[in-house]
Structures are given as structure tokens and as C-alpha cells.
């Protein structure tokens, strides 16, 4: 395994669980990767989740984080959808 890619742990909600069908999904990115770019990704694979693109929240190891923060190997990841009522 060469180190120029990172291995991270998404943990999914909401309507990425539902799209996924798992609670999380283990990725491998390049280094020096933003934590935005698994979302991108998400939509890459999921054109629905588009809807989604400008409100979801991200989180790494538990904090909140902007969107370009760069993730770090072994890092766990989450992307927190609005939580709809109701």
C-alpha cells in the first residue's frame, strides 16, 4: 500500500443510511484530500443526494469541521444531513 492515499471511516445517517443501506462505509481517498469531497462522492455515485450538496454538516473525530478540511488517515467521518420532523 503506497502512502499517498488515506483509509477513513464514514459513519452514515439519515438519508445517507438510507441510501447506502449500512451505518458506515470504509473509503480510501488520495492524501491531502477535504473532507468535502466524500460527500462529493456520495453524490457521484447517488445523483439524488444532490438535493442535500449545500446543507449537510461535516464532522471529523467527533468535531465539527469546515468542508475543506483536510482529512487524515484513520480519521472517522461524518456528514450530518438536516434531520427532517414529523
Known amino acids: 500500500m503506497s502512502n499517498s492515499s488515506i483509509t477513513v471511516t464514514v ?4 438519508v445517507y ?7 458506515e462505509l470504509v473509503l480510501e ?3 491531502d484530500t477535504p473532507v468535502v469531497a466524500v460527500r462529493d462522492r ?9 438535493q442535500w450538496r449545500d446543507i449537510t454538516r461535516f464532522g471529523i ?3 465539527f469541521v469546515e ?4 482529512m487524515q488517515d484513520g480519521d472517522e467521518v ?3 444531513p438536516p434531520v427532517s420532523g414529523g
Open 29 to 31: 481517498f488520495p492524501q
Open 17 to 23: 443510511q438510507e441510501t447506502y443501506k449500512v451505518p
Open 42 to 50: 456520495f453524490i457521484t455515485e447517488h445523483p439524488s443526494l444532490a
Open 61 to 63: 473525530n467527533l468535531q
Open 67 to 70: 468542508p475543506d478540511t483536510v
Open 78 to 80: 461524518v456528514l450530518i
Open 11 to 14: 459513519k452514515l445517517f439519515a
